[in-house]
């Protein structure tokens, strides 16, 4: 089984969406976290940007391939 750069790219999208979706469920205190923990910020950042390397790479493959 060979792992494609493809792949790859999907599954940063997947991760960047959860990554997404807890950071914005632990921002709004749904899932509580201790108050000195500022870690949504970090895992909504890091989140953002695996989506928009999926982003940017499927609209390459969609336009330029």
Do not use: Q, W
């Not at 999208?13 to 807890?22: A, C, E, F, Q, V």
């Amino acid at each position: 089984m060979e792992i494609s750069f493809y792949d790859i790219v999907i599954y940063l999208g997947i991760l960047g969406l959860l990554m997404m979706i807890i950071s914005f469920l632990t921002g709004m205190r749904y899932i509580k976290i201790k108050p000195k923990y500022k870690v949504h910020k970090r895992i909504g950042i890091l989140g953002f940007i695996f989506a928009m390397i999926h982003g940017f790479t499927m609209l390459y493959n969609y336009f330029f391939s």
